[in-house]
């Protein structure tokens, strides 16, 4: 009997520190892998190139997300008659400073432009970002601003991957936002982890121990676990799926274009199709952009940009009949 009992108690003291050692490896991987969404980051901020860089005439802006985060931005008129009123948010790492050459051909084309910089970023308050669950609220925001103004204008929003995200998430919220431009959106930001971890683990031009980070990155239930330790560090729960777009853009009735850049890893074109297929309205559209990869669909083909974007604009903001 007391052989038993000492098998028992070793067994079970085994099972208790494998135990143990999961729950010590998730927690750290988790916070690992969470921690570049939160507290300062000096990526994130730094603006020194303005408006005037491009010709605009600007004013810089104070306003308010949703939830009350200090938000800055610029606000560009229209040259001429306006046509409408244009939110533009920036991806992640960057300022609403990057956003200006997307103005630059906005303003031109008779869009007021509101360009601001999501929270955490730029000059605007918070230390966390979130895949574009919280930066939703930001574009909410911006929204309620320009209603302030007194504009009555239609308003549109043009987002650039995270940015993107918020975007959908916010017109899926929203009864004043008339056209969502979402370029580089991802159905989750699982999906982009995954993406990433995958690219970077089989990439021999890395070094040995970074593709051997991002293989431990792949082991299952890591994204669970950043959700878990994220929640624990700013009690805003983002899901086991890291924030995903598609059931708030089953709810979306208003016209979207999608942009996706054809060689775009991050996110790949075939998941921006899996958003174009769960939008219910009958006006929605995907332009791939020949060549380009994340973040550089507007620099690898401007003038194709352009075009797309304001036939798209025009069409379904300033002359939604």
């Known amino acids: ?12 003291r ?23 969404y939160i507290g300062e980051n000096r990526r994130w901020r730094g ?17 308010r997300s949703q939830d009350g985060v200090a938000l800055r931005g610029w606000w560009l008129p229209a040259e001429g008659t306006s046509r409408a009123c244009m939110v533009i948010a920036h991806g992640v790492d960057h300022t609403r400073q990057v956003m200006l050459p997307r103005a630059s051909f906005l303003v031109r084309g008779g869009y007021d432009v509101l360009a601001i910089d999501l929270r ?14 919280l930066e939703a609220r930001d574009i909410l925001g911006a929204v309620h601003y320009i209603r302030g103004r007194r504009i009555t204008q239609p308003i549109g929003v043009l987002g650039v991957s995270y940015g ?14 008339a056209a969502v431009v979402a370029d580089g959106a991802y159905p989750s930001g699982k999906d982009v982890f995954e993406n990433i971890n995958h690219y970077f683990a089989h990439d021999h031009r890395s070094p040995l121990w970074m ?29 086991r799926d890291l924030v ?14 999608l942009i996706s850049g054809e060689r775009d890893w991050i ?14 309205t009958e006006k929605k559209a995907l332009i791939v952009i020949p060549g380009a990869v994340h973040d550089t669909t507007y620099s690898s083909a401007a003038g194709l940009y352009e075009k797309a974007v304001l036939t798209f604009l025009n069409q379904s903001v300033a002359n939604p009949n």
């Open 47 to 63: 603006i020194n190139r303005g408006p005037e860089a491009f010709g605009l005439r600007s004013e810089t802006v104070s306003l």
């Open 164 to 177: 993107a995200v918020a975007s959908l998430l916010a017109a899926s919220q929203s009864n004043d936002i």
């Open 211 to 239: 593709r051997s980070v991002f293989e431990i990155a792949s082991f299952p239930g890591i994204t669970r676990a950043i959700a878990l330790v994220y929640y624990a560090r700013t009690r805003v729960w983002l899901g």
């Open 1 to 12: 009997m007391s052989y038993c009992v000492a098998g028992f108690r070793k067994q079970w």
């Open 267 to 280: 996110v790949p074109t075939e998941q921006t199709r899996r958003i174009l297929a769960a939008l219910p």
């Open 120 to 133: 955490g970023h730029g000059e605007s308050a918070a230390q966390y970002a979130s895949p574009g669950y």
């Open 14 to 36: 085994s099972v208790a520190a494998f135990t143990g050692f999961l729950v010590l490896f998730y927690a750290i991987a988790g916070y690992l892998f969470s921690a570049s």
């Open 244 to 257: 995903s777009v598609l059931p708030a853009v089953s709810k979306i009735r208003i016209p979207v274009l």
